[in-house]
C-alpha cells in the first residue's frame, strides 16, 4: 500500500461515512422522513417527503460508495449534486463561513467528491479490486463528478425548488 492508497482510504472513509451519517439521521434521527419532509417543504423543496427520501437514499448511497471506492465518479457527483442543492436552498444567504451556516461545509465535501474522483479511489477500493480505478480516473472521473453532479444538482433545483416570498433566500 503506498502513501496515496492510505491517503486517498482515510479521506474515502471519513467523507463518505460522514455523508452516510447524514442521510442515516434523516431516515431514524429527530423528526425522521416526517420531519425531514416537512423542512424540505419549508425551505421550498417540494414535494417535501420525495425529496426527504431522495435525499437520505442519495446520501447514504453517495457516502457508502465514496467510503468503499465503488464507482467513485458517480459517487464524488453524488456529493456535488447533494451539496449543491444544500448551499443554494439553504446556507447561500449566509455567506462563505459554517460557523454562520454559510455554504464552507458544501464546498469541502462537494470538492472531495470531485478530488477523489479525479485522482481515483486507489488500490485499496472496490475500483481498483475490479480493475476500474485507471478507467474512472483522471478527466473522465473529473467530469462525471463535476459536471454530471453541477447537472444533476442544477436541474433538481430548476425543477422542484419553489420557495414562496418568506422562503426565498
Do not use: C
Amino acid at each position: 500500500m503506498t502513501a496515496f492508497d492510505a491517503g486517498s482510504l482515510l479521506l474515502r472513509l471519513i467523507a463518505g461515512l460522514t455523508m452516510a451519517a447524514h442521510g442515516y439521521q434523516k431516515l431514524f434521527s429527530g423528526g425522521r422522513i416526517p420531519g425531514t419532509a416537512r423542512w424540505f417543504d419549508s425551505i421550498g423543496m417540494r414535494p417535501g417527503r420525495l425529496h426527504a427520501v431522495v435525499a437520505a437514499s442519495s446520501e447514504i448511497g453517495a457516502g457508502l460508495m465514496l467510503a468503499v471506492g465503488l464507482l467513485t465518479p458517480v459517487a464524488g457527483a453524488g456529493f456535488v449534486g447533494l451539496m449543491l442543492v444544500a448551499a443554494w436552498t439553504v446556507h447561500r444567504a449566509n455567506g462563505f463561513f459554517s460557523v454562520n451556516s454559510g455554504w464552507e461545509y458544501n464546498l469541502v465535501l462537494a470538492v472531495i467528491g470531485i478530488a477523489v474522483s479525479t485522482t481515483g479511489a486507489g488500490e485499496w477500493s472496490l475500483d481498483g479490486v475490479l480493475g476500474l480505478s485507471d478507467r474512472l480516473s483522471g478527466l473522465t472521473g473529473f467530469l462525471i463528478s463535476a459536471v454530471g453532479g453541477l447537472v444533476a444538482g442544477a436541474a433538481l433545483l430548476m425543477i422542484f425548488f419553489r420557495p414562496t416570498s418568506s422562503e426565498s433566500r
